[in-house]
């Protein structure tokens, strides 16, 4: 085999191996979410205001906060003010507590904090998408603990918690 040949048959090899890897390409996304960025820039993301008879005041900020950031950093969509093309609206609906479990001497043991979300979600790309639908979150606490000593550490997870599956069940498709 002379010098022409080797070289022929080593560049013949090296573009048959850049077409392979060219071909082929695998990609992972990480944050769960499923959107065409090609089609779907936008987000709107409402004020939830607190429409429950129980109320704890920062409750209100915590949520809306929570929810932006979270499509903020899983997500490239730029939140708008009006006009996006996914919209998330609705109102925090209940905020309670109840008692969970009884000690044998009859009284409260554990106490259960909820909370519950109305989420309307319109998808002005695909309206098929569109629905209405309520989230809940529950906490439970010992009832040796009072509310307030325990009220803000539950309602931050409970806020997490709500805004995890509404990102799911808007965006990944879960």
């Not at 499923?34 to 409402?46: G, L, V």
């Not at 005041?57 to 996006?84: A, C, I, W, Y």
């Not at 009884?102 to 979300?117: H, K, N, P």
Request: with cysteine; charged share 20%.
């Amino acid at each position: 085999m002379d010098w022409r040949s080797k070289t022929t048959y080593k560049l013949l090899a090296f573009g048959l191996w850049l077409l392979a890897v060219s071909a082929c390409s695998v990609s992972y996304k990480f944050n769960g979410a499923s959107i065409d960025y090609s089609k779907t820039k936008t987000i709107q993301i409402a004020e939830f205001p607190i429409r429950s008879s129980y109320v704890w005041g920062p409750m209100e900020p915590m949520f809306n906060n929570q929810l932006r950031d979270q499509f903020t950093s899983h997500t490239r969509l730029t939140q708008v003010k009006r006009n996006g093309d996914l919209k998330i609206e609705g109102e925090i609906t209940q905020y309670q507590q109840r008692n969970k479990s009884v000690s044998a001497e009859g009284y409260s043991a554990q106490t259960e904090l909820s909370m519950t979300v109305n989420v309307r979600f319109t998808n002005n790309v695909n309206h098929s998408e569109d629905f209405e639908r309520t989230f809940t979150a529950t906490q439970s606490y010992e009832t040796t603990r009072t509310l307030t000593d325990v009220q803000e550490e539950l309602v931050t997870q409970m806020c997490k918690d709500i805004c995890d599956q509404i990102f799911n069940a808007t965006v990944a498709n879960w």
